[in-house]
């Protein structure tokens, strides 16, 4: 796992690309972690960007946006894009939103 | 800011019910920071309860919905004050009121609607209102265009013991 100087950790296997979010995920720290994402998929273009959400320990709605913002972002580019290792507390807030339905959730980490 | 935490309690906002077992309001200032304390502050008042995890969880979510709320619909782009009132009732319920006096909802009811959301470029989800009705018992919703908003929540925490958690 690699972390660059402005704090996102991220790992890059084959084509694919999994950034580790972590801690918070609310309106005030969702506009921070969008740009660094972005710009790590801009940089990378993988085949397949993947959310892991195993170290977030919380999330509202600002991180569903977040997502589907992510998902939209990867689609244009036409890099494949699933979540990976919600807690059940986050797995709570996706199911809210029909988030399975939208893109993939694998239940274990996979790189 | 020191004037905000020392503003006082206006007589209407004065509480006259006797049933109240605890109460704490806090007032601060409409900044994106604050989402954190004010999730905060309600899970160390609801931990009085011994409430389960998915309880704790579902009150920050809840708390951070409404605070997110005033923060980016109420205020907009300006910095006004958001109160927040926690209050312990009989029978393990919790009524959480988030007050701002910014620019109010024109349409509560289309505002409450899943995915509505004012700011599409923003990547809103629109989920805001329905997080707090899903994840909690109750959720009203007062707005008087251009006076502010209260959103008032409650949640009756289980009786679950420790092992069987």
Not at chain 1, 85 to 98: M, T, W
Not at chain 2, 42 to 64: M, N, R
Not at chain 2, 112 to 130: C, I, N, V, Y
């Amino acid at each position: 796992m690699q972390t660059n100087e402005r704090g996102l950790r991220w790992l890059e296997t084959g084509g694919s690309l999994t950034v580790y979010l972590e801690g918070d995920i609310d309106h005030h720290s969702a506009q921070t972690i969008r740009s660094r994402i972005d710009t790590k998929l801009f940089l990378t273009r993988p085949e397949e960007l993947v959310l892991d959400l195993s170290r977030v320990n919380f999330m509202d709605s600002a991180g569903l946006g977040l997502i589907l913002g992510r998902f939209t972002k990867a689609s244009e580019l036409g890099v494949g894009f699933r979540l990976s290792s919600p807690n059940r507390h986050i797995q709570k807030i996706l199911d809210l939103a029909g988030m399975e339905r939208i893109v993939p959730i694998t239940a274990a980490r996979s790189v | 800011m020191d004037n905000l935490k020392q503003a006082p309690v206006p007589e209407e906002q004065k509480s006259t019910d006797c049933r109240i077992l605890n109460e704490c309001r806090i007032a601060f200032p409409s900044l994106s920071a604050n989402e954190g304390y004010a999730r905060a502050c309600a899970a160390a008042f609801c931990a009085q309860l011994d409430p389960t995890a998915t309880e704790i969880s579902d009150i920050k979510c809840a708390v951070s919905e409404g605070v997110t709320n005033a923060i980016v619909h109420g205020y907009k782009d300006s910095i006004g004050e958001i109160i927040m009132t926690l209050r312990m009732l009989p029978d393990r319920v919790v009524k959480i009121e988030i007050r701002d006096k910014g620019c109010g909802i024109e349409d509560v009811s289309r505002a409450r609607t899943p995915l509505f959301t004012t700011d599409p470029a923003g990547e809103r989800s629109g989920m805001g209102f329905t997080v707090m009705e899903s994840f909690m018992d109750s959720l009203r919703v007062l707005s008087n265009p251009g006076k502010g908003t209260k959103i008032t929540m409650t949640k009756k925490f289980s009786l679950i013991p420790r092992n069987r958690r």
